[in-house]
């Protein structure tokens, strides 16, 4: 089982509709949670960051995070064209020295 | 704005040949690290560096080496050239004292050998 694992994309949303993006890890003392997106050929740009239980709102972005269930997620609401990308799910704990563990990563398409 | 800085962008060197990627960035992050990365592949952490004089290798097994003799400054060198050392190397940095911060990753450099 890998540390931190992302649904299988790719996933394809109409323009203007939620997208969806799903992440668990494995390390139950995993304390800070984060979210990047990465165009093709570009490298990840941090987009989120979450660090305690529920949800946390910036613009058409959403991070909800339940450490019971070892579970973050990611919601884009109104999706754009211009979301289409990969989306990379981050997880840091002490156990691996507060470096990050990356998922496989999440594609994304908009369509308009 | 790019506060971390990689050079060059691209580059094409034949085999054999001793080359050295540069990263720099301007924020006084302690942690800085390289990873390789595959065209539509995950992230692979090959070095990783928590300070000046420390450094430590990743998860991927990796011929380059790496020095951290400034805090600003991170490059990765490899002694010899293969064309399985062709792939996109991102160097990245992110605040110490604790895990709470993300990455800030560089642009970059797409290396091919041949």
């Known amino acids: 089982q890998k540390e931190v694992e992302q649904n299988s994309g790719p996933l394809s949303v109409p323009e203007g509709a939620i997208a969806s993006l799903n992440c668990t890890y494995s390390?139950?003392?995993?304390?800070?949670f984060f979210w990047y997106r990465q165009y093709s050929g570009k490298s990840p740009e941090l987009i989120m960051s979450?660090?305690?239980?529920g949800d946390k709102e910036d613009g058409r972005f959403t991070a909800q995070l339940n450490k019971a269930s070892q579970y973050v997620s990611l919601l884009i609401r109104d999706s754009q064209p211009s979301d289409s990308a990969t989306y990379l799910c981050?997880?840091?704990?002490?156990?691996?020295?507060?470096?990050?563990?990356f998922g496989d990563g999440t594609t994304l398409t908009v369509k308009p | 704005e790019a506060d971390i800085y990689q050079t060059p962008r691209y580059l094409v060197i034949g085999t054999g040949k001793k080359i050295t990627l540069e990263c720099s960035q301007t924020?006084?992050?302690?942690?800085m690290y390289w990873y390789q990365q595959d065209p539509g592949m995950e992230l692979h952490l090959i070095h990783y560096?928590?300070?000046?004089?420390?450094?430590e290798k990743g998860d991927l097994s990796s011929e380059s080496t790496v020095s951290r003799i400034r805090t600003e400054h991170f490059p990765l060198t490899l002694e010899s050239a293969r064309p399985s050392h062709t792939s996109q190397y991102l160097c990245?940095?992110?605040?110490?004292?604790?895990?709470?911060?993300?990455?800030?990753f560089g642009s970059g450099t797409r290396l091919t050998v041949v």
């Open positions: 990245a940095s992110s605040e110490g004292g604790g895990s709470n911060y993300g990455y800030t």
């Open positions: 924020m006084g992050h302690d942690k």
């Open positions: 979450i660090y305690s239980n």
């Open positions: 560096s928590y300070g000046v004089n420390s450094t």
């Open positions: 981050a997880v840091t704990s002490r156990t691996n020295a507060g470096k990050s563990t």
């Open positions: 390390d139950r003392v995993s304390q800070s």
